[in-house]
């Protein structure tokens, strides 16, 4: 346990920071927008101190870990720790809010609620990459949904309400799962506990494992979102203000991300074996499909709103592949994506601003009025159909080589995946040029009066601020990937004990161990998930002969 509890410490700030607000004097409106910018500034040098000065990156363990007793009635602790997995994802959310907040310099309408809710959220996301008891983190997750349900109906567009009502109905509902899954794992066996450590260690029956991820699956497959439970993410991103959108896209879908692999794939390894191919498929499903229903959207934040359902499918192939290589690439995605989004949506609220509209149709020729926007945009959608020496090249290259360097699957399915996953790459380019050619050229708009005025400083440097670690993760990727390596081996390396051929470190060497016994051949081979490649259940045979 450590000395000081720095990860409390990083969730309360905030939250105390927050309680302050109502009580704040504020005579000329400025006062509670300047508290709440300080305040995030000051909670993301807190965060970068602690992981910089206490945080050992070349260990795959958990670090800083707290343990108090919180509700012993019901057997919460407050349990936190952090790893290669959680944090590098802390650092991301508090970079992107705090830069959201930034962005919501001009909100005059109920300004002491908004920031209020803004350092409420600042808190909870942190505190569920964080979180180390199971119940602990589904509170934390409901948590979380409340402060972005408010603001997208209070300070939303016109279907504010319609949106956010089927957002907290969607995440809501599907949360249930997480609870159902917490408590049939936590009373299985002699003992009774939340702990995610513990609970890694239990011995399960597959049947429970199955069921478990399959839930949990749903409850986190919402949030990513995977198809078919993403129908809420363009609605709720039409509708929501630029800090909202930011923190949509920069942190809340990369919260589902982060808990696939944290609890479905390392606390269910066993069940992951036979739900991995369906991720990978799932994933493809996302790529393409995002990819085609992006190209048909005339709203401009419904049309980035489906790229990054798209971009996410990545996530899923990542996760699936049962190397480091493609467990990196998964995380580097999420952090990748969580910068390009946010400077995408706050760009389109920039844009919006100005138009006063969302429709590209009713836009046009708006590069010669606002040239500095026009070039941040470029570069933003540059960087989202992968560009090479940019951080989204990186992270779907890697992907790709997790994948391709995969003995797990058959050459057949790889080639399929990735052949699919391809044509969803040549749609990205054509409905992001497509958006920049309706949005900034062509025929200049009736609305043209209405928005000479280019990006402000502030907007600027908000802009610059996302758009540096895009390039600098695409240049040197393992700026980024070298704080989590150790971890993402460490899980990749459990993954393949999972498997019927946990002796195996690929399938040629398996098979080029001549003291493998018949009677183990025959275990193995009758034990054989589908996934593997058809070669496997043939050599085992005739060993087993």
């Given at each position: 346990?450590?000395?000081?509890?720095?990860?409390?410490?990083i969730?309360?700030?905030?939250?105390?920071?927050?309680?302050?607000?109502?009580?704040?004097?504020?005579?000329?409106?400025?006062?509670?927008?300047l508290?709440?910018?300080g305040?995030?500034?000051?909670?993301?040098?807190?965060?970068?101190?602690?992981?910089?000065?206490?945080?050992?990156?070349?260990?795959?363990?958990?670090?800083l870990?707290?343990?108090?007793?919180?509700?012993?009635?019901?057997?919460?602790?407050?349990?936190?720790?952090?790893?290669?997995?959680?944090?590098?994802?802390?650092?991301?959310?508090?970079?992107?809010?705090?830069?959201?907040?930034?962005?919501?310099?001009?909100?005059?309408?109920?300004?002491?609620?908004?920031?209020?809710?803004?350092?409420?959220m600042y808190?909870?996301?942190?505190?569920?990459?964080?979180?180390?008891?199971l119940?602990?983190?589904?509170?934390?997750?409901?948590?979380?949904?409340?402060?972005?349900?408010?603001?997208?109906?209070?300070w939303?567009?016109?279907?504010?309400?319609?949106a956010?009502?089927?957002?907290?109905?969607?995440t809501?509902?599907?949360?249930?799962?997480?609870?159902?899954?917490?408590?049939?794992?936590?009373?299985?066996g002699?003992?009774?506990?939340f702990?995610?450590?513990?609970?890694?260690?239990?011995?399960?029956?597959?049947?429970?494992?199955l069921?478990?991820?399959?839930g949990?699956?749903?409850?986190?497959g919402?949030?990513?979102?995977?198809?078919?439970?993403?129908?809420?993410?363009?609605?709720?991103?039409?509708?929501?203000?630029?800090?909202?959108?930011?923190?949509?896209?920069g942190?809340?879908?990369?919260?589902?991300?982060?808990?696939?692999?944290?609890?479905?794939?390392?606390?269910?390894?066993?069940?992951?074996?036979?739900?991995?191919p369906?991720?990978a498929?799932?994933?493809?499903?996302?790529?393409?499909?995002?990819a085609l229903?992006?190209?048909?959207?005339?709203?401009?934040?419904?049309?980035?709103?489906?790229?990054?359902?798209s971009?996410?499918?990545?996530?899923?192939?990542?996760?699936?592949?049962?190397?480091?290589?493609?467990?990196?690439?998964?995380?580097l995605?999420?952090?990748?994506?969580?910068?390009?989004?946010?400077?995408?949506?706050?760009?389109?609220?920039?844009?919006?601003?100005?138009?006063?509209?969302?429709?590209m149709?009713?836009?046009?020729?708006?590069?010669?009025?606002?040239?500095?926007?026009?070039?941040?945009?470029?570069?933003?959608?540059?960087?989202?159909l992968?560009?090479?020496?940019?951080?989204?090249?990186?992270?779907?290259?890697?992907?790709?080589?997790?994948?391709?360097?995969?003995?797990?699957y058959?050459?057949?399915?790889?080639?399929?995946?990735?052949?699919?996953?391809?044509?969803?790459l040549?749609?990205?380019p054509?409905?992001?040029?497509?958006?920049?050619?309706?949005?900034?050229?062509?025929?200049?708009s009736e609305l043209?009066?209405?928005?000479?005025?280019?990006?402000?400083?502030?907007?600027?440097?908000?802009?610059?601020?996302?758009s540096?670690?895009?390039v600098?993760?695409?240049l040197y990727?393992?700026?980024?990937?070298?704080?989590?390596?150790?971890?993402?081996?460490?899980?990749?390396d459990?993954?393949?004990g999972?498997?019927?051929?946990?002796?195996?470190?690929?399938?040629?060497?398996?098979?080029?161990?001549?003291?493998?016994?018949?009677?183990?051949?025959?275990?193995?081979?009758?034990?054989?998930?589908?996934?593997?490649?058809?070669?496997?259940?043939?050599?085992?045979?005739?060993?087993?002969?």
């Amino acid at each position: 346990m450590s000395e000081f509890p720095w990860l409390t410490a990083i969730i309360a700030f905030p939250l105390i920071a927050a309680l302050a607000i109502p009580v704040l004097p504020d005579p000329n409106g400025k006062t509670v927008r300047l508290y709440t910018l300080g305040t995030g500034i000051l909670e993301l040098c807190l965060i970068v101190y602690t992981f910089a000065t206490q945080y050992d990156f070349n260990s795959p363990s958990l670090q800083l870990a707290e343990s108090y007793r919180w509700i012993p009635q019901l057997g919460l602790n407050w349990s936190l720790g952090v790893d290669g997995l959680s944090m590098p994802l802390v650092v991301l959310t508090g970079f992107v809010t705090t830069l959201a907040i930034f962005s919501a310099w001009n909100i005059s309408i109920k300004p002491r609620l908004f920031y209020s809710l803004m350092l409420v959220m600042y808190s909870a996301q942190i505190a569920v990459f964080l979180a180390q008891d199971l119940l602990m983190f589904f509170m934390l997750w409901e948590l979380e949904l409340v402060p972005v349900y408010l603001i997208i109906s209070i300070w939303g567009g016109a279907q504010r309400f319609y949106a956010a009502t089927k957002f907290i109905i969607y995440t809501a509902l599907a949360s249930i799962f997480i609870l159902i899954a917490a408590l049939a794992l936590a009373f299985y066996g002699d003992t009774v506990t939340f702990d995610m450590t513990a609970l890694g260690l239990k011995d399960y029956p597959i049947g429970l494992e199955l069921l478990a991820y399959a839930g949990l699956l749903i409850a986190f497959g919402v949030k990513l979102p995977i198809f078919p439970f993403h129908t809420w993410l363009p609605d709720a991103h039409g509708e929501a203000p630029a800090p909202g959108s930011m923190i949509l896209a920069g942190v809340l879908l990369k919260m589902g991300g982060y808990a696939l692999i944290r609890l479905n794939a390392e606390m269910l390894p066993h069940a992951h074996v036979y739900f991995a191919p369906v991720l990978a498929v799932l994933g493809v499903v996302n790529i393409i499909y995002g990819a085609l229903a992006a190209f048909s959207q005339d709203n401009l934040k419904r049309r980035l709103a489906y790229s990054s359902i798209s971009h996410m499918g990545f996530v899923l192939i990542g996760i699936s592949s049962f190397t480091a290589l493609g467990i990196n690439g998964a995380m580097l995605q999420m952090i990748s994506h969580g910068g390009i989004a946010a400077v995408l949506f706050f760009l389109a609220g920039v844009i919006y601003d100005r138009t006063h509209t969302l429709s590209m149709d009713k836009m046009g020729g708006i590069a010669k009025s606002m040239p500095t926007t026009f070039a941040l945009f470029t570069f933003a959608s540059m960087a989202s159909l992968a560009l090479p020496g940019m951080s989204g090249f990186a992270s779907e290259l890697t992907i790709f080589l997790g994948l391709t360097t995969s003995d797990v699957y058959s050459d057949g399915f790889k080639t399929l995946v990735i052949f699919l996953s391809a044509v969803g790459l040549l749609i990205t380019p054509i409905y992001l040029l497509s958006m920049l050619r309706r949005v900034f050229f062509g025929k200049q708009s009736e609305l043209d009066t209405e928005f000479r005025m280019d990006a402000k400083p502030r907007e600027l440097a908000i802009a610059l601020c996302l758009s540096i670690p895009i390039v600098g993760i695409g240049l040197y990727p393992k700026l980024t990937t070298q704080t989590y390596d150790a971890t993402t081996v460490a899980i990749a390396d459990r993954l393949r004990g999972a498997l019927p051929t946990t002796i195996a470190k690929s399938e040629s060497s398996l098979y080029a161990q001549l003291s493998i016994d018949k009677e183990l051949a025959v275990a193995i081979l009758k034990s054989q998930p589908p996934i593997v490649s058809p070669a496997i259940p043939s050599k085992l045979a005739s060993i087993a002969q």
